[in-house]
């Protein structure tokens, strides 16, 4: 158990070349701790682009969610970091990354006026009418929360 504790720590502060070694060794790389969190989700929510890309090109996948339906890129487009999104993206992870509810990456993005978020998200086809189990869509997200800065782009279309 310690050990396991240590490993999903390395995930947390973004250990990268103790993670690549770990992976290198054998640990799989689709290990999940008591929450269902893979190394991949803890080291994209934490926002440590190195430590993903470790555990990417180590096998871990980018669409395994955690035992709420969370995905990778839901976190990272929640706590704002591009960076992890593209890198997510790049390895395979589905752009809408819905959660069971159907709240998509894109909805999590404009629901804090992540403007730089919700266009990478749509540049890389994320659906801006797609929409979750209450039947809202990223525009109503974003309504309902005041982002007026994304609800003000979402409106204008995706040329704006």
Known sequence: MAFAREVFDCARRGDAPMLAKLLEKG???????EN???MLMLASYH???DAVKALLNGG???????DKGQTP???AAFKGYQAIIDTLLDHGADVEGASP???TALMIAAMFNRIDIVRQLIARGANPAARDAQGNDAQAAARTMG?????AL?????SA
């Open 47 to 49: 926002g440590h682009v």
């Open 27 to 33: 640990l799989p790389p689709n290990l999940r701790n």
């Open 147 to 151: 982002a007026t800065d994304v609800l």
């Open 73 to 75: 890129i839901a976190g």
């Open 36 to 38: 269902g969190d893979t």
């Open 101 to 103: 509810d159907g709240r």
């Open 60 to 66: 871990a996948d980018a669409n395994l969610r955690n």
């Open 154 to 158: 979402l409106q204008a279309g995706p």
